[in-house]
């Protein structure tokens, strides 16, 4: 197993995971395929050549079997202290047929390892009620909720 950074190569295969992670959770969605692949490549695009998006992805025999977002928040600086930006995780995915291996927990560490090389003060994930074991047995723990004012 190789764990790396997403490189322009994989965006096809980056969409259609993103594609088969919302059809698995939200059956329901009913979209054109096309529309979204369009949208998604754009993203996918400006977040690889950038700096603020880290995509990890864990390759097996060619396929990518799993992949984790990091995006980077830069904090306010305030006075006394030296500010460190932290680290937003999101759409954490594993396909299917690669799950229970410990291909996620491998790909955290990594994440783990290069968010404290780079002095990130935190990284925050938002889980699933389905994800938090799998959060907890990899060191993160709850904390309190944050405040959200929803706008549509």
Same mark, same amino acid.
């Given at each position: 197993? /190789? $764990?790396? /950074?997403?490189?322009?190569?994989? $965006?096809?295969?980056?969409?259609?995971?993103?594609?088969?992670?919302?059809? *698995?959770?939200? =059956? *329901?969605?009913? %979209?054109?395929?096309?529309?979204?692949? +369009?949208?998604?490549? !754009?993203?996918? #695009?400006? !977040?690889?050549?950038?700096?603020?998006?880290? $995509?990890?992805? !864990? #390759?097996?025999?060619?396929?990518?079997?799993?992949?984790?977002?990091?995006?980077?928040? @830069? /904090?306010?600086?305030? =006075?006394?202290?030296? +500010?460190?930006?932290? !680290?937003?995780? +999101? &759409?954490?995915? +594993?396909?299917?047929?690669?799950?229970?291996?410990?291909?996620?927990?491998?790909?955290?560490?990594?994440?783990? *390892?290069?968010?404290?090389? &780079? /002095?990130? #003060?935190? $990284?925050?994930?938002?889980?699933?009620? @389905?994800?938090? @074991?799998?959060?907890?047995? &990899?060191?993160?723990?709850?904390? %309190?909720? =944050?405040?959200?004012?929803?706008?549509?």
């Amino acid at each position: 197993m /190789k $764990i790396r /950074k997403a490189t322009e190569q994989d $965006i096809a295969a980056l969409t259609l995971m993103r594609w088969e992670f919302t059809l *698995e959770h939200q =059956p *329901e969605v009913q %979209d054109d395929y096309d529309l979204f692949e +369009t949208e998604c490549r !754009a993203f996918l #695009e400006q !977040a690889i050549r950038g700096e603020r998006w880290h $995509i990890w992805v !864990a #390759e097996l025999d060619g396929v990518i079997a799993s992949h984790m977002y990091i995006q980077i928040i @830069d /904090k306010v600086p305030r =006075p006394g202290r030296t +500010t460190y930006p932290f !680290a937003y995780m +999101t &759409n954490v995915y +594993t396909d299917p047929d690669y799950r229970s291996r410990g291909i996620g927990s491998r790909i955290l560490e990594t994440i783990r *390892e290069w968010a404290a090389a &780079n /002095k990130f #003060e935190f $990284i925050l994930v938002w889980p699933s009620e @389905d994800s938090r @074991d799998f959060y907890s047995r &990899n060191g993160y723990s709850l904390c %309190d909720d =944050p405040m959200e004012l929803h706008l549509s």
